[in-house]
């Protein structure tokens, strides 16, 4: 047991992580906005439902609203999207134990966003990389495994760090506890910007990455993104088939190739065909966290004077598609790769 743990949203990463420390016996509780979803997640006819091929459970967990949440949590572990991170600090900060620290498993640099609002030196930071999504209330499909590591923000090795790796261990047996957290956060910035151009496509994550015609854009954006990332002072890491060095600007397009294909590789053996970012624009219709995402590497790249024109041109897609202006459709990244090489 490691003390109380509150998982902060519900959702397919908040889901899948805290339903594995629920059932290994750790004190957890969730929060999340939707009453619908809580409904079912404290429903004993209902419940906490995880299916797909890496487990399956069932049963009711403990859950509120946040207008009902009342005590105070040791740990807790932000799952928003990144662009609810802001709000769901503000909604915990009083919730958080004297000494206790936040676990930010989330993508992009949510985990800035949280600690501009609870301190750096209450925030610890986490990478995911597992499949999962939340496909109604109370369920959730677990696709696949992979990459999970935490760190403390200055590279520390802190008693909570062990404390929350022993935790997460529960979760995802080969999970990573690192002195440079950062690069793998950066090293999925550029990942993510492949995930972002899949979302725009209908074809899927596997198929929409073998297009031979789509390399050169996926080494721009790739590239964009890393190229910020060194001038950050941070060297990405590569996971799941995702090696940054065949992104840089002396790398071979073979090599680019071959990093593609064993991501392509990687989503071919899981039962989640399509991103988050896709379920966004698809299925939930609601705004992606392409802004709390690209949007920041952009500023970040403009501030330093790096231009990053395959990620504009994304992200401005991207808005046309949350906007009603334009739909998914597997011809926009021939488009985009076309306009970038003119």
């Known amino acids: ?119 750096r030196d209450r925030v610890v930071v986490g990478f995911v990389n597992f499949g999962a999504d939340r496909t109604g209330d109370g369920r959730i499909m677990l696709g696949n495994r992979g990459a999970v590591a935490l760190g403390e923000w200055d590279g520390q090795t802190t008693v909570r760090l062990g404390e929350l790796f022993r935790l ?9 506890a690192t002195p440079d957290i950062w690069a793998f956060i950066w090293g999925k910035l550029a990942y993510a910007a492949l995930l972002f151009a899949e979302a725009t496509a209908m074809a899927g994550i596997a198929a929409t990455l073998d297009r031979p015609e789509l390399l050169p854009l996926w080494r721009k954006l790739a590239g964009e993104a890393i190229r910020t990332a060194r001038a950050e002072g941070v060297e990405p890491a590569g996971f799941n088939g995702f090696e940054p060095a065949a992104f840089g600007p002396r790398a071979r397009a073979a090599e680019s190739a071959a990093s593609i294909r064993a991501i392509a590789d990687f989503y071919r053996g899981g039962a989640k065909p399509h991103s988050g970012v896709w379920r966004d624009l698809a299925v939930h219709r609601r705004k992606t966290e392409v802004d709390a995402q690209l949007g920041m590497v952009a500023d970040i790249a403009a501030a ?24 998914q459709d597997d011809a926009h990244l021939a488009e985009l790769a076309h306009a970038l090489a003119a």
Do not use: Y
């Open 304 to 327: 330093r004077g790096i231009a990053t024109p395959a990620l504009s041109g994304l992200i401005a897609l991207i808005h046309r598609i949350e906007g009603g202006t334009a739909i």
């Open 1 to 119: 047991m490691s003390g109380r743990v509150l998982v902060c949203g519900a959702g397919a990463v908040g889901g899948a992580v805290g339903a594995a420390l629920v059932d290994a016996g750790h004190d957890v509780e969730f929060v999340d906005m939707d009453g619908d979803h809580v409904a079912a997640l404290r429903d004993p006819g209902r419940g906490l439902v995880i299916e797909g091929p890496v487990r399956s459970r069932a049963g009711s967990v403990r859950a509120w609203r946040p207008d009902e949440l009342s005590g105070r949590w040791d740990k807790v572990m932000i799952c928003v999207k990144a662009h609810h991170t802001a709000a769901a600090a503000t909604m915990i900060a009083p919730h958080l134990a004297d000494g206790g620290c936040v676990l930010t498993l989330q993508n992009g640099l949510a985990a800035r966003l949280a600690a501009d609002v609870l301190g």
């Open 168 to 176: 997460l261990g529960d979760f995802e047996p080969d999970v990573i």
